[in-house]
């Protein structure tokens, strides 16, 4: 099983809106990621979506 379990969109500091980083998890072969937002979850509905 491949993981990243400590990814930031850009809801907090990282660079990749959330349907982009899931899309690019799954391009790499990545079977699981954790958005790892600080003091946000409101991407959650996004990731769930994609």
Do not use: C, F, N, Y
């Not at 930031?8 to 790892?36: F, N, Q, Y």
């Amino acid at each position: 099983m491949k993981a990243d379990l400590h990814l930031h969109s850009t809801w907090s500091d990282g660079s990749l809106s959330i349907p982009r980083l899931v899309r690019l998890a799954k391009a790499l072969g990545l079977d699981a990621v954790s958005i790892t937002d600080h003091d946000t979850m409101a991407g959650q509905e996004e990731a769930l979506e994609e």
